[in-house]
């Protein structure tokens, strides 16, 4: 095979990405459009997620057209499985697209979770999220009671005011893996409340670890927050990464409506690998 075939075929499996960064939650992102669907591998997606051996990040993203919104958002967690919403990936593709200029200041993105309409403000980006669903209360387990809701991701919030437990990662994964709670599993936050600014902690299936931030789970501990000690939105949730994003949503009793995240997502750098090297 000549020189000039080869480098032909290692030029055609080069893939541009872009790396993002929302409250820390870090993500790889592939513009997909042109690709048609992009089949990538779990094996390769959690080589590309390695922080080792990889580019490094939370989960992957691929950019995708859409028949039902401008957009459409395929997430990937690190593990190499598909999810069905995340909050933090879907703030730091908004950035991508303004970023690269092909949005202006509103969009709406195709998600498994539903279409959810997101705008920018200066460097705040606000999302809106699908109404809360499965929301069950005060569920006891190994000495603490947890409160189950889905926002997206289905996820199980313990409000405690020992946040900083050094517990907090086995007593997650024992709830994390509990069919009791869920059959796929749950990701599972502790969080600490003082009046309207929430704390939060969270462990996050598919990442199998405590992340920097959770978007859902900003979501989830609000809205239980909510429900649980009659609290009016908006709030002012604090990850373990000290960044801020705020909650907010229409309560009327016990439904929940309306429900949007707003904070700030950064773009951390771009680069190409090569699929032959992984």
């Given at each position: 095979?000549?020189?000039?075939?080869?480098?032909?075929?290692?030029?055609?499996?080069?893939?541009?990405?872009?790396?993002?960064?929302?409250?820390?939650n870090d993500f790889i992102i592939i513009d997909d459009r042109e690709n048609h669907h992009l089949e990538l591998s779990f094996q390769l997606i959690r080589k590309l997620c390695h922080r080792k051996f990889g580019i490094g990040a939370d989960g992957l993203i691929l950019l995708r057209l859409s028949e039902k919104a401008d957009f459409q958002m395929a997430i990937f967690n690190s593990d190499g499985l598909e999810a069905t919403?995340?909050?933090?990936?879907?703030?730091?593709l908004v950035a991508y697209l303004k970023n690269n200029d092909l949005i202006c200041d509103s969009v709406s993105i195709e998600t498994?979770?539903?279409i959810h309409q997101c705008r920018i403000d200066n460097d705040l980006i606000t999302i809106s999220f699908s109404d809360p669903t499965?929301?069950?209360?005060?569920?006891?387990?190994?000495?603490?009671?947890?409160h189950l809701i889905?926002?997206?991701?289905?996820?199980?919030?313990?409000f405690t005011k020992e946040i900083e437990d050094p517990e907090f990662v086995k007593i997650s994964q024992k709830v994390r893996y509990d069919s009791s709670f869920s059959r796929s599993g749950v990701n599972v936050s502790f969080a600490s409340i003082n009046h309207n600014q929430i704390k939060?902690?969270?462990?996050?299936?598919?990442?199998?670890?405590?992340?920097?931030?959770?978007?859902?789970?900003?979501?989830?501990?609000?809205?239980l927050a909510a429900l649980i000690f009659e609290l009016t939105p908006p709030f002012e949730v604090e990850f373990a990464s000290k960044d801020r994003v705020f909650c907010d949503f229409q309560k009327n009793g016990k439904n929940i409506q309306k429900t949007t995240l707003t904070g700030v997502s950064k773009g951390v750098f771009d680069g190409k690998f090569n699929l032959f090297s992984l």
């Open positions: 095979m000549k020189s000039s075939q080869i480098q032909k075929i290692l030029v055609s499996h080069k893939l541009f990405f872009s790396k993002y960064q929302a409250s820390g919403m995340c909050g933090n990936g879907l703030r730091s498994k979770s539903g499965n929301i069950s209360l005060n569920r006891n387990f190994d000495g603490r009671v947890f889905h926002t997206g991701v289905d996820h199980a919030v313990c939060i902690r969270t462990y996050e299936k598919g990442c199998e670890e405590e992340t920097l931030a959770c978007g859902t789970g900003a979501m989830a501990a609000s809205v």
